[in-house]
Nanobody, 124 residues
Framework: QVQLVESGGGLVQAGGSLRLSCAAS????????MGWFRQAPGKDREFAAS????????TYADSLKGRFTISRDNAKNTVYLQMNSLKPEDTAVYYC?????????????????WGQGTQVTVSS
């Protein structure tokens, strides 16, 4: 079992930046590939980014490439999502997820554990 707690969300103006953190506790964090998803009001949850167990492989939603960066610190049991050049359409609840595999994945059903989410609001 892995417990995931997101933090770092908030209100930011368009063009600004935020860094989300996801702290993991429970079983060994370095056994899991990690992902970030988001869900905007009235929309389905969508994939944002994923990082492999080792951190050597990352993948992003096409719409986020170049603006978002996922990283992890296995010594701190934490995964991050650096979000730059934020747009109002990035407003959503952002969720951290873990999967019992070393490989990245873009489908939510591939993940086994989920955090409670953190709200990100980008004002125009």
């Amino acid at each position: 079992q892995v417990q995931l707690v997101e933090s770092g969300g908030g209100l930011v103006q368009a063009g600004g930046s935020l860094r989300l953190s996801c702290a993991a506790s429970g079983r060994t964090f370095s056994r899991y590939a990690m992902g970030w998803f988001r869900q905007a009001p009235g929309k389905d949850r969508e994939f944002a980014a994923s990082i492999s167990l080792s951190g050597g492989t990352t993948t992003y939603a096409d719409s986020l490439k170049g603006r978002f960066t996922i990283s992890r610190d296995n010594a701190k049991n934490t995964v991050y999502l650096q979000m730059n050049s934020l747009k109002p359409e990035d407003t959503a609840v952002y969720y951290c997820a873990a999967r019992t595999s070393p490989l990245v994945a873009t489908l939510g059903q591939s993940y086994d554990y989920w955090g409670q989410g953190t709200q990100v609001t980008v004002s125009s």
